[in-house]
């Protein structure tokens, strides 16, 4: 299965949305991360700091990106970029598997 | 915050119980491996192979052993072992951060 060698990982989930959204956070030789997360079925909203890069795995969601004023059907496997600074909406259909990288 | 460092994870999750129950498979050098999951309330049976130990990090729940005829209280952070070849029943009353340790 594919997998990411020679990395870290933190112990503790990162927990939003009382446990509706959790993720691990994993963290390469270099610094950078990336975070491998759940999200069941529900309407959320996430603010970014840098530059993201959701990959869907596995799940069926709809995405409202940033100035957009519509509503994006995604499903796996597939990837959606977010500008840093901003703020996007999901309405999450099934059970999504997401690994998000952050980018400068 | 503490951490595995110099180990393997696999991206996709692990999905059980309709995605109320998820974890991540993290594996060692020597590799022998753990999960890091997440529990949200509900009641779950599991099935063990191998014997495993439960590290709770974060979450309230009520752990039923093999054999056992008492739901016991578990609070973090706590430990509990489940024999090979058995199987346990959780009641998980708040969102539960787990380490699950599988052993021969």
């Keep these: 299965m594919p997998q990411y060698n020679n990395v870290s990982v933190v112990k503790k989930a990162n927990v939003y949305f009382e446990g509706n959204v959790t993720s691990r956070t994993v963290i390469f ?6 975070t491998l997360g759940i999200m069941l079925p529900g ?3 996430f603010g970014t700091a840098q530059k ?3 990959d869907i795995q596995a799940g ?3 995405v409202l990106l940033p100035g957009g004023d519509e509503w994006l059907d995604i499903a796996e496997p597939t990837k959606f970029e ?7 909406k999901l309405k999450v259909k099934t059970v999504t598997d997401y690994i998000c990288s952050y980018l400068d």
Tied chains: 1, 2.
Excluded: Q
């Design 29 to 34: 030789a270099d610094g950078t991360k990336v």
């Design 43 to 45: 309407e959320y909203e």
């Design 52 to 54: 993201e890069i959701m």
């Design 60 to 62: 069926e969601l709809s």
């Design 82 to 88: 977010v500008p840093a600074n901003s703020s996007f």
